[in-house]
T-cell receptor, first 110, second 116 residues
């Protein structure tokens, strides 16, 4: 059974810092991995999708990497801003569904 | 604007009542999903539909029902059999089902259901 873990559960950093969020999964037989952002009381916003054949994807200040063999993905956020404060979720896709981690709650201090 | 619309944003249910949550998408996606989110837990899959007129139970389907009569609509009914329905409900869609092609998932803004 696929399990997805995100560490740390919460993170507080000063503005301007570069940071890395971690996502690990137990079964390497995934089709893709997707990173989302969730603001309090809101839905999920897709940030980056990495297909299983890819190693990384970049969008603006965000860079996500995928290492299927070790069951890990990282989301790198450069030059963090207070507006980046949110919960970040990763999800891996199985045959018919997405399996989610419990998220990392990020707070960027001004 | 293309996207997924969930309504209502807030819903209150009395004990013993059935309530229906609406999910509409204009992305022309084949696959649609319903997830439940509880504090401190990841999203859990309730039901999914790979194509119109077809749907399958997810991991926590007991006490819920769905229909998929139109491609753009996937309503979720929370029945009185669901003993702990208070939660945040999220609807999602993707062009194809995971493993079949374009599988980027998009989510609605959610419905918060509270039992009173």
């Amino acid at each position: 059974k696929q399990e997805v873990t995100q560490i740390p559960a919460a993170l507080s950093v000063p503005e301007g810092e570069n940071l890395v969020l971690n996502c690990s999964f137990t079964d390497s037989a995934i089709y893709n991995l997707q990173w989302f952002r969730q603001d309090p009381g809101k839905g999920l916003t897709s940030l980056l999708l990495i297909q299983s054949s890819q190693r990384e994807q970049t969008s603006g200040r965000l860079n996500a990497s995928l290492d299927k063999s070790s069951g890990r993905s990282t989301l790198y956020i450069a030059a963090s801003q207070p507006g980046d404060s949110a919960t970040y979720l990763c999800a891996v896709s199985g045959t018919y569904k997405y399996i989610f981690g419990t998220g990392t709650r990020l707070k960027v201090l001004a | 604007d293309g996207g997924i619309t969930q309504s209502p944003k807030y819903l209150f249910r009395k004990e013993g009542q059935n309530v229906t949550l609406s999910c509409e998408q204009n992305l022309n996606h084949d696959a649609m999903y319903w997830y439940r989110q509880d504090p401190g837990q990841g999203l859990r899959l309730i039901y999914y539909s790979q194509i119109v007129n077809d749907f399958q139970k997810g991991d926590i389907a007991e006490g819920y029902s769905v229909s998929r009569e139109k491609k753009e609509s996937f309503p979720l009914t929370v029945t009185s059999a669901q003993k702990n329905p208070t939660a945040f409900y999220l609807c999602a869609s993707s062009m194809d089902s995971p493993g079949q092609g374009n599988t980027e998932a998009f989510f609605g803004q959610g419905t918060r259901l509270t039992v009173v």
